[in-house]
């Protein structure tokens, strides 16, 4: 995998900026999503033929209600009857084209919208497949950018530009059908400026390019400042370290901002450009008309209808090389949905997994290495037996590698070598999902969602009933707490569970993993933020589940410690000790004194 | 709507001059069907081949007037939008530097978020059509008219019919648009929210396998989301055939009443082909300013967002007496009261006590005793309701919040990092701070060990949130970088909870020998912690329950008793 956690720390943008684009290919995937919707597209498609076919037809029969005028006038013989039947005629074929049109953009609103819709599943299956070794190296505010920023940028281009773009295709081709039909000599004039419009928006087009690249990574490297200096403004403002955050931010701003207003221009020139071409074409087709109408050689409501022709001729070009701009914008963002997209998988799930019932939760860990980063390995040849039904204590100073193993059990990461087993079934030979109800967790980092307290409790088992969370939270000791909510079970969580506080948050974690009864545990007895009694609780809570399950206690307490089968002491990723309690005091090494430490606070507290 | 034209005054010159050329430019753009109408009546109907030659040459070089005008306006543009949505993006981002935590909770980050990027993006995106389109397309509409008039007034009457219909039947399609955008936006919030929450929770998420189940929450909201966006679109698809109907209806009707005209002898032909295309400009611009109202009610959600942020100020005024700094130390809490904004009851009643420099002051108590509530009174990120905190005899008010937090060593109770590389985060506390004072701090704070065990060292990047190490070492970091403040007062909140007992302990003391001169306030959860204070303050329920050192509290203190019970229960050694 090519995703080191330290990338992160320049954000990765600005890297991804540097390299070569494939915007061609970039534009081929996403035309891929339009496959998907074949059959709509097709009537789409065959609507925009129609009305435009109609609309174009419309100046060259207008042109001869001018032309009969124009002879009326130089003969002195009006045919009112006639010009009154055309315009009728006119009528008509204007409403055709309007009706088509309309039923054009009911099925593009559709097609656009639901690919994004598309776009936005796979984004999500995606980010739900993607290793945590990937994730764990993006900040989240980068990785929302893209499955939000990213995608609205594709979808307000499709909405706004995909019809657009098809009409005035088709426009184009029934213009020049229809000059040509009306008078090959002009039309040759008028088409001229085509080549050249074409290689002029190609030349600004790329040199726009770059600067919206540019604009879109430092834009992706503010919005991690902000969120930063947003986030952790408490720090922020004790430090006095407003000034800074400022420079930082108006170093990035002037950089969005120079390559944002040349973006913009650049592609803003290739309007006034192509107006300036079809002006030309205009002023051609008029002085060509005129010389050739002298002679005779067209009608003057020929010349009227092909001024109408080069004007609506040079809207769609307009358009298109508009377009041509927001297109770029988009396909850089597309080409960031892209990369995600493209992020390697968790590695595959094995082909035949093996199938787990009874799980007696004996857990042997043989010979594992393991190492975030390339080089710096975090666990070495680890090795450790455990029977059913026991409790292990992991111990060691803080960031010794505890956290390691719990990423490790659960396949968050994969170990580099050695295996870790669960009644003798390598982890890997079974399913994730297998795996992971065969481990509960009840983490420190207490997550909850959006959803209302019995929501989240039953979130470890689906299709819990009421009673069984009800059961769960009563386990847990929280059923008490929740009965004094508002709403009790039913109360909402807020956005960032600010309205419960960290030690019920706990409780309600350990309710979560109490329901989904799993037969080993790992726990993180986590100390922090948590005041005496709600910690008694949860102790309780926790001393209950444990009973009867294997469990890895990531331990903090000496109680737990001594009361554990096996203690694990590891610095440094290694087990330094292993054994029981008395084992490990009579050995008299790191976890003697790694105790008496504690100890000594104790006794003075026992006096 | 007031600030854009706020941020459009500086600007003054550069709009005159992006009208002047755009005057021009339509002015130009309008000649050359008037020019067509000449050519047609006296160049073919006089076979006048000079005429023909001369006109041609004028529509030249209106063409090359119309282009030069276009992309200087185009210039100007661009870097006018570009500098505004610049500086008012700046604006926000300084003006939330300013903010203290009542603003800060009264928006919300997520929210503040939001305000700083995407909506400033939204505002360059309408300044962009708005210089470029929004004022090009009124002088089109208005040059149209004047030459139709112009040309002829009777036929202009038409336009009294279709001009009123054309702008009600925009109108009510855009109003009709409105509600929907409205719950567009709504779900659209919703969507970033299981998103995000998707983000920060994937281990619970995959540990529970609950995948599938997030998956098809997001998948409701996305469904929900596309059904209203197709909804819009479509009615947004009605407008442009509408306005096409109408438009064409009126070429016909001018069409029908200007053949009249001309059979009269009224007008001639080539007015009249002239004034059908006078008469499509003027429609197709009605219908492009229709384009700028349709993206007005997102702008104004955007412009009332960033409106509400600019004109919030800060709920802490800043302290009178620059020259006031602090020295010694002595902290007093002098009968404190605080109630949060909106609370109803206070978190703080009645406070005090006294720290003094080279003395640990202990505050202990359980949740919701108001123990954080004091760290964040002392830095000022709330002001207190009654009574006086004093640092050295003065009014922490007065000080300038500069030099009050300049003095204080804060180390939050979650210890926040930054993406940067470990230096860089440990610089906060002093920017210019020497490599040996890096690792002076760190060794105090017991980080030396895993910092040297990282290959890069100090330069070892931190991810964003500090993800890439773990919580213990993010509290040493947090710790060091208080240290090398060298602060007066030490203000710990909860900060060792993530250490284990050994490294809490040896950290302890590592503080005390270098904290001689400054006075150490410690807010603490676990008794060991706070065992060897000097004073502890004991609170319940937002007041001083006690005061005094271990064994003063456990003789007479009952609710420091019973949290050392519950303690030391658990341990087993009781």
Redo the contacts between chains.
Sequence with gaps: MSNK??S???PSTIKHAEKPRNLGNTGRRLLLYFKQLKGKLFFAILMTVLSTAFTVM?PEI?GK??TQ??Q???TGI?H?DN??RT?LL??VI??IS??F??G???L???I???I??LI??DL??K??RLP?RF???K???E??SR???DVETV?STL?QSFSQIISSLATLVGISVMMVLINVRISLIAFAVIPIALFTSSIIIKASQKYFINQQAF?GA???H?????????????????E???AR??DL??K??KN???A??LS??L???S??LG??G??SV??MG??L??RGQIE?GQ??AF??YV?QFNHPIGIISNAAGTLQATLAAAERIFEILDEAEESAEHPHPVKLENIQGNVSIQHINFS?LP??PVIHDFNLEVKSGQTVAI?????SG??TLINLF?R?YDVDDGSIKVDDIDIRDMK??DL??I?G?V???T?L??GTIAENIA??R?GATRQQVVDAAKTAYVHQFIRTLPNSYDMRIS?DASNI???EKQLL?IA?AII?DPPILILDEA??????????LI?NAMNRMMQGRTSFVIA????TI?NADIILVLN?GDIVEKGSHLELMEKKGFYH??YN??F???E???? | MQLLWDCLKPYKLPVVALLLFLIIQSACEILLPTLVADLINQGIQRANTDFIEKAGMNMLLAAIAAMVCSLASGLISARISTMISADLRQQIFFKVQEFSSNEMDLFGVSSLITRTTNDITRIQTFLLYLLRMGVLTPLMMLSGIIMAVFTSGKLSLVLIITLPVMSFVIAWILLSMMGYYKSMQAQFDLLNLVLRENLTGIRVIRAFKQTLHEMERFQEINYEYTRLSIHTQRLIGILMPAVTILMNITTIAVMFFGSKLVMNATMDVGSLVAYVQYITQILLSVMMTSMLFMMYPRLITSLTRIVAVLETSSSIIDGSRPEASIHTGIVEFNHVSFTFPQAEEAVLKDVSFTAYPNQMTAIIGSTGSGKSTIAKLLLRFYDITSGQIRIDGVDIRDYTLHNLRERIGYVPQKAVLFSNTIAGNLRFGKKNASREELLKAAGIAQATEFIQAKEAGLDTPIAQGGANVSGGQKQRLAIARAVIKKPAVYLLDDSFSALDYKTDRTLRQALKSETKDAALIVIAQRISTIIHADRIVVLNEGQVADAGNHEELMERCSVYQEIVRSQFQQEGLL
Aim: hydrophobic share 40%; with cysteine.
């Design positions: 956690p330290s992160s720390s320049n419309a207008l209600v001018t005028l124009y009326g006038v130089t009006f009112w010009m009154i315009l006119l009528t204007y409403l309007q009706v049109a309309f054009q953009n009911f593009i609103a559709e656009t919208s639901r994004i819709y936005r599943t999500t299956i980010l739900n945590l994730l764990d190296s900040t989240h505010g990785l929302l499955v939000t920023n979808s909405q834009i503010m919005n991690g902000v969120e930063e200096m947003y986030t952790g403004y408490s720090v922020v403002r004790s430090f006095n370290y407003e800074e955050a400022k931010f108006s701003n002037k969005i901002l944002s207003w040349r913009e221009f803003g020139i309007s006034p450009l107006a300036f002006n030309i205009y002023v008029a002085v005129c010389f109408a002298i003057v010349i009227q001024l109408q004007k975030y080089d710096q111990v060691g100073p803080t960031g505890k956290t659960m968050f994730r999902d992971r109800s481990f967790m983490l420190q980092d997550w969602f959006n979130y470890g689906q956005e506080s960290q030690g974690t979560r989904a100390t922090s933020s948590v005041d005496t009694r709600t910690e008694v102790q903090h307490r000496l109680s001594r440094h004194r790694l430490s504690q000594e606070a104790e003075a507290g026992s006096v």
